[in-house]
């Protein structure tokens, strides 16, 4: 990958169209890699968003989308996929040529994005997490074949900030990039649930149990990464013969575990490409 060729004296600014929960993942994580408050700018309708991004990182905030666009090195749009249509047709007229366009919204493909913006646009999908708040982001990306090098490697190189990426050459992956890393940590969240619930039916008190979960959660995720083992044999590791872990896998095998897992992920696979669609993008 080219490298961006960044002026290190000019960081480059960053246009934040919408500015929720993931714009704020991710200013969040940018923030904390250096990068310069007053070379990042946001436009969303919601005051109160807006507010809070000021204050809490002190970001500059544009009147408009059309302000926010105006003389910025790469947009990123951060809205919801049922308003993408709307907010790209409205920005088409104030975005110069050249400039990269970065969507991270679920669904929506590189090249409706170009046609609402008029054509012969250089589109990135990025499909981060929110785990970025933290830079322990994934994110998977996309780039159509109007993207120079340097348009990807600027690209890369923010997103790099949050965490770790990975280039996907189709783009018909993208909606299981979704579905795997982008909804992913919600499935984490909901397994340190059930897990936290079921301690507590077990009578352990909830702070032990939530201290424990976490815990194990996160002792095991960096296991997986740093021995560099796949977690089938860490898996077994832990089970022995005739043990508790053993007995905990059966009643996994008997509950339909994995396919439950293979559903989701289809599910939110599935979705992901209904959200390209108009007609089925409402909730
Ligand atoms: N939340 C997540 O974990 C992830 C979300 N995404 C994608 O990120 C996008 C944003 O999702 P969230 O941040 O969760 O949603 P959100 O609802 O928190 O943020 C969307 C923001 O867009 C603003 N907005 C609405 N209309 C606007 C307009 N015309 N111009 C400018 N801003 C406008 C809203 O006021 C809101 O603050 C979605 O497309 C989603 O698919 C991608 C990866 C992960
Ligand atoms: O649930 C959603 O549609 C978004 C995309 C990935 C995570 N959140």
């Known amino acids: 990958m080219t490298s961006p060729d960044l002026n290190p004296d000019r960081a480059p600014v960053l246009a934040f169209i919408g500015g929720g929960n993931m714009a704020r993942s991710l200013i969040a994580g940018l923030r904390a890699q250096g990068h310069r408050a007053q070379a990042l ?11 809070a991004l000021a204050k809490d990182f002190g970001v500059t905030i544009a009147r408009d989308n059309a302000e926010a666009v105006t003389g910025a090195d790469l947009v990123l ?22 400039i990269p366009v970065v969507s991270i919204a679920a669904g929506i493909r590189s090249g409706q994005i170009d046609a609402w913006l008029g054509g012969q646009r250089a589109v990135i999908r990025a499909m981060p997490n929110t785990p970025a708040l933290l830079q322990a982001g994934a994110t998977g990306l996309f780039g159509n074949r109007l993207c120079t090098d340097r ?20 783009e018909d992956l993208m909606d299981a990039v979704t579905a795997v890393s982008g909804s992913g940590p919600a499935y984490v969240f909901r397994l340190i649930e059930a897990m936290q619930a079921a301690a507590v039916a077990q009578g352990l008190p909830a702070d032990s149990a939530r201290t424990l979960v976490l815990h194990t959660v ?18 077994q590791r832990v089970t022995s013969p005739g043990g508790t872990t053993a007995a905990a896998m059966a009643a996994f095998d008997d509950s339909g575990f994995n396919a439950g897992v293979e559903q989701a992920i289809d ?17």
């Open 77 to 98: 749009l951060a809205v919801k996929p049922q308003v993408m249509a709307d907010v790209c047709t409205g920005l088409a007229p104030y975005l110069p040529t050249g």
């Open 267 to 283: 599910a939110a696979t599935r979705r992901g490409a209904e959200l390209s669609r108009p007609a089925d993008s409402n909730p």
């Open 41 to 51: 700018r946001v436009a969303d309708p919601s005051a109160a968003a807006t507010a």
């Open 151 to 170: 348009q990807r490697a600027l690209a890369q190189h923010l997103m790099d900030a949050v965490g770790v990426t990975v280039w996907i050459d189709d």
């Open 218 to 235: 996160f002792g095991a995720a960096r296991m997986a990464l740093e021995t560099g083992e796949d977690a089938t044999t860490l898996r």
